[in-house]
């Protein structure tokens, strides 16, 4: 369990050798990218002032109404899988580009801004499909939680229970995804699945690598900017050490040319 706090002081280390290329070359280029995921939630927040608006009600009023209600407007069931599925089509292959990066930079090439362009390149169908799913079924489990626990009855909520685990089990899968579809070279399907395996076979592993995460998040909250600019390399440094360890331990072979070729 201590091992995924190894590979994250080890990723500090390389940011510390590596700081201006991985800063300006890997994370900048990954945040540019990553700022559109803002727009579904911006997308939420402003449906929900212009309703709490046009009738004279609080936000917190609004929502103790969708709340008790368990009834989701349609322009929000429409409207934020659409901007998902949108936004993504910049965040998806950014992410992948980014995991892409680093993962070259562990097997010693230089890291340039041309490198990151081709891993968007690269990746950009598959980074889009997994970015959009992943973050799909996350959207579909805070609606069926939302409706479930305030049904008021008990055998909804144990549902609940449930699909509060399945959103745990989402939180878990998180740091193995990117990393393996890059490693291995496979498609959306099978990188979701062996995220599965590998997070059911390796708790210590998974749980280790879930406080780093965590941890990691805590410090964009409280650092901001700062934490955005130098963490992302360092947090993916962790995840494609740990992801390496698994696959030998499972003796899996990996795609080494790694996305090399555009």
Same mark, same amino acid.
């Given at each position: 369990?201590?091992?995924?706090?190894?590979?994250?002081?080890?990723?500090?280390?390389?940011?510390?050798?590596?700081?201006?290329?991985?800063?300006?070359?890997?994370?900048?280029?990954?945040?540019?990218?990553?700022?559109?995921?803002?727009?579904?939630?911006?997308?939420?927040?402003?449906?929900?002032?212009?309703?709490?608006?046009?009738?004279?009600?609080?936000?917190?009023?609004?929502?103790?109404?969708?709340?008790?209600?368990?009834?989701?407007?349609?322009?929000?069931?429409?409207?934020?899988?659409? @901007?998902?599925?949108?936004?993504?089509?910049?965040?998806?292959?950014?992410?992948?580009?980014?995991?892409?990066?680093? $993962?070259?930079?562990?097997?010693?090439?230089?890291?340039?801004?041309? @490198?990151?362009?081709?891993?968007?390149?690269?990746?950009?169908?598959?980074? !889009?499909?997994?970015?959009?799913?992943? @973050?799909?079924?996350?959207?579909?489990?805070?609606?069926?939680?939302?409706?479930?626990?305030? &049904?008021?009855?008990?055998?909804?909520? =144990?549902?609940?229970?449930?699909?509060?685990?399945? %959103?745990?089990? !989402?939180?878990?899968?998180?740091?193995?995804?990117?990393?393996?579809?890059?490693?291995?070279?496979?498609?959306? $399907?099978?990188?979701?699945?062996?995220?599965?395996?590998?997070?059911?076979?390796?708790?210590?592993?998974?749980?280790?690598?879930?406080?780093? &995460?965590?941890?990691?998040?805590?410090?964009?909250?409280?650092?901001?900017?700062?934490?955005? %600019? %130098?963490?992302? &390399? =360092?947090?993916?440094?962790?995840?494609?050490?740990? =992801?390496?360890?698994?696959? &030998?331990?499972?003796?899996?072979?990996?795609?080494?040319?790694?996305?090399?070729?555009?």
């Amino acid at each position: 369990m201590t091992r995924p706090f190894r590979f994250f002081w080890w990723g500090l280390g390389q940011l510390y050798y590596d700081l201006l290329p991985l800063t300006l070359k890997v994370n900048l280029p990954w945040l540019i990218t990553a700022v559109v995921l803002l727009a579904p939630l911006l997308f939420v927040a402003g449906y929900l002032l212009t309703i709490a608006q046009a009738n004279a009600m609080t936000l917190t009023e609004v929502l103790d109404q969708i709340i008790t209600g368990r009834t989701v407007p349609p322009q929000l069931l429409l409207g934020v899988p659409i @901007l998902i599925l949108i936004v993504m089509l910049i965040a998806g292959p950014g992410t992948a580009a980014l995991y892409h990066s680093v $993962y070259r930079f562990m097997e010693l090439e230089p890291v340039t801004l041309g @490198l990151f362009l081709r891993g968007f390149k690269k990746y950009f169908v598959r980074g !889009w499909l997994l970015g959009s799913i992943d @973050l799909l079924i996350l959207f579909i489990l805070l609606i069926t939680f939302m409706f479930y626990w305030f &049904s008021g009855e008990i055998f909804l909520q =144990v549902l609940a229970v449930i699909v509060l685990y399945m %959103l745990i089990f !989402w939180a878990l899968i998180q740091p193995y995804l990117y990393a393996l579809m890059i490693r291995l070279d496979t498609g959306v $399907y099978h990188t979701l699945r062996n995220a599965a395996v590998l997070v059911l076979g390796n708790p210590g592993m998974t749980f280790g690598l879930g406080v780093v &995460s965590l941890i990691s998040l805590l410090g964009i909250g409280l650092l901001s900017l700062l934490a955005l %600019l %130098l963490g992302p &390399s =360092v947090v993916v440094l962790t995840c494609h050490r740990a =992801v390496q360890e698994l696959l &030998s331990k499972y003796d899996v072979p990996e795609d080494l040319d790694g996305g090399s070729k555009p």
